[in-house]
């Protein structure tokens, strides 16, 4: 895994360049992350979503990340304060996060099988 200029992970880099009760929007929080190391735009992303606390399907997907961000409705992100922010929850109503195995099997399940069609099948012949 890349690593900043002073060792530190891209997790922790994000972390350090927000301050408490600060606001800011996903480019300046991208020139802050570059001046403390070389990582691409797509890992910064990926980093970006993987903090999310409010975003359930990050929550499924980036399991071995902790969220520290909240996602605010116009984009911009901040440190999560749960005395500040809505509760995250992990489940809504009756859905509960699956575990990968029974997402595989259910993703079986629910795939279609269509016979294979023959090469130039329906095609009139040019005359």
């Known amino acids: 895994m890349a690593k900043g200029y002073k060792g ?8 350090s360049v927000i301050k408490p009760d600060e606001i800011v929007s996903s ?4 020139k802050r992350v570059h001046k403390l190391g070389a990582w691409s735009d797509d890992t910064i992303w990926q980093h ?8 359930p399907p990050a929550r499924y997907h980036y399991t071995g990340f902790e969220p ?4 605010h ?15 995250i929850r ?6 509960a ?9 259910k993703q079986k399940e629910l795939s279609l099988k269509f ?10 012949e040019a005359g």
């Open 8 to 15: 530190e992970s891209c997790s922790s880099a994000l972390r």
């Open 68 to 71: 520290f961000l909240f996602l």
């Open 115 to 124: 016979p294979r069609r023959k090469r130039g099948a329906g095609k009139e």
């Open 27 to 30: 480019s300046e929080l991208f």
């Open 73 to 87: 409705i116009d984009g911009r992100y901040e440190l999560y304060d749960p005395e500040l922010h809505p509760q």
């Open 97 to 105: 996060f699956p575990k990968k195995k029974e997402k595989d099997r």
């Open 90 to 95: 992990t489940e809504q109503g009756s859905f």
């Open 48 to 55: 970006l979503i993987a903090h999310v606390v409010n975003l």
